[in-house]
């Protein structure tokens, strides 16, 4: 179920569409697959905020291609990860110094599949934070569930727990840096199912709400996005809800001409939707 309060002008806050491509494309690839998101966002007309975040090997020749570029749409280049110390013997790692020094302007942070196969906890979220921020990067903050405690009904016990660690010690003054994505880990990868819209518009309420406890008035600068098995078949109906700010997608977005079409569409029915109830039951 979806808010009844419809939000003044000056609350809304803009879409935020990203895509990770996790361990997948060359340098060649992603620098191709970014000349031709470049060319669309010179002159389309979309109101959204748009973001790649490629491996590590492809960072800096895809920042490049938007270096100096006027778009229309406002394209981010971001890093899948970072560790929280700025240089160190830290093998195999890379500091949020070497992300700005790419020309990266955004990270991702304690993705599911981090924290489930690569040690990540909620303490090292949490210092990762701090330290994107420290040096002026946007963050992409994942929080969610695995299917034992959806299972168990404590989802909204778990995802609170997770976001208040992560913030532990950001000032509010940080938020318009912050974008908390919702991604249930039983959404995401191959064998992932979307989930309901009012299920996530419930919980992006339930979070939203935690930042307000946290923050007062200034936890509306922050966006809250989803993400677990988004496709051009499911984005219209993300977009109908209007405590979800956008969406984070996966592999059906590595195709360019796809990740283009999801935005298109986002947006095409965020327009038309509006985000009153009534408008939405109109648009559906």
């Given at each position: 179920?979806?808010?009844s309060?419809k939000?003044?002008?000056s ?14 494309k ?7 697959y ?10 389309a ?32 280049v ?17 500091s ?8 990266a ?29 420290r040096?002026?990067l ?6 969610g ?42 959404a ?12 996530v518009?419930?919980i ?29 078949q ?7 809800a209007?405590?979800i ?9 590595w ?7 999801i ?5 095409a ?16």
């Amino acid at each position: 179920m979806t808010s009844s309060v419809k939000q003044p002008a000056s609350a809304r806050r803009r879409p935020w569409l990203g895509t990770s491509w996790k361990m997948n494309k060359t340098v060649g690839e992603a620098v191709d697959y970014a000349r031709v998101l470049a060319q669309w966002a010179q002159t389309a007309h979309v109101d959204a905020s748009v973001a790649i975040l490629p491996p590590y090997t492809a960072l800096a020749p895809v920042a490049s291609v938007f270096q100096s570029l006027v778009t229309r749409v406002p394209v981010q280049v971001g890093a899948q990860n970072m560790h929280w110390e700025d240089a160190g013997p830290h093998t195999g790692e890379i500091s949020p110094v070497m992300v700005r020094d790419s020309g990266a302007s955004v990270v991702e942070i304690g993705h599911f599949e981090r924290r489930s196969a690569c040690g990540e906890t909620d303490a090292t979220v949490n210092q990762k934070v701090l330290a994107a921020l420290r040096h002026s990067l946007s963050v992409v903050l994942c929080v969610g569930e695995d299917d034992a405690t959806r299972d168990y009904g404590v989802v909204r016990e778990f995802v609170g727990m997770q976001l208040k660690i992560a913030l532990r010690g950001v000032a509010a003054t940080s938020l318009g840096q912050l974008i908390v994505a919702y991604e249930p880990g039983w959404a995401i990868g191959n064998s992932g199912t979307s989930a309901p819209t009012e299920d996530v518009a419930d919980i992006h309420r339930y979070l939203r709400g935690v930042l307000t406890s946290l923050y007062g008035t200034h936890a509306a600068q922050a966006r809250i996005i989803y993400g677990g098995s988004v496709s051009q078949q499911t984005a219209p109906r993300y977009a109908m809800a209007p405590e979800i700010d956008g969406l984070f997608i996966g592999r059906a977005a590595w195709d360019v001409a796809d990740f283009i079409r999801i935005i298109e569409a986002f947006c095409a029915t965020r327009a038309r939707c509006g985000d009153s109830t009534a408008e939405v039951a109109e648009c559906q």
